[in-house]
């Protein structure tokens, strides 16, 4: 990995939902995608900022006060400690970059939490 | 800024070629987008890594030892310390990920070269 790759490729061997895989490495960040259908768990990061950029579809990304709706091309930022769950009705395709040390569900284990070594897979 | 964005209408705004405009700041990185037309000068980032990610058309990566041929969907992380140049015959528009710190022209001050304050606005 990390040389050239094209991402609609990478997300061509993707089949599980909710399962990011790390694409790239810059400085202290991983960019991953993951291909999201149906609901994540509530989670946030204490210490990672998370960038989300809607690759393919569209999803709803729940904050405690708030729905922000993201479709193709969209991206936002879900600053360090906000809550969030992510939604998404029909499969999207979504890119994502956060710090390497973040976990994919934050401090919350459940069946779908992966490892960094499982992301890198 | 820093709100839900879309990344194509954001490149509709862009005019001038090698003027990067900060689209996202996640943790100590920011998400640049910028049009290439043309040849950049050849430098390098001491302590930045620099991924590059195209959103359309193609562009050559010239290192030293080989060119890249990147295109639509294509992504390659310059290593920090690597020199690199981008050349684009045609118009590819280009999302890149580096340290916030990092100058978009290394070292080499050009003509070109934006401030970090000129690459907000």
Known sequence: MFNKEN???LF???KDYWSPKIIAEVNN???KIAK???EL????HKNSDEMFYVIKGSFDLHLEKEIINLNQGDFYVVKKGIKHRPVSKEESWVMMIEKKETKHTGDVVSDITKTVDEQLK
Chains 1, 2 share one sequence.
């Open 12 to 14: 061509k061997n993707i």
């Open 36 to 38: 999201f259908k149906g």
């Open 41 to 44: 768990i509530w989670h946030d």
């Open 7 to 9: 991402v609609i490729e």
């Open 29 to 31: 960040e991983y960019v």
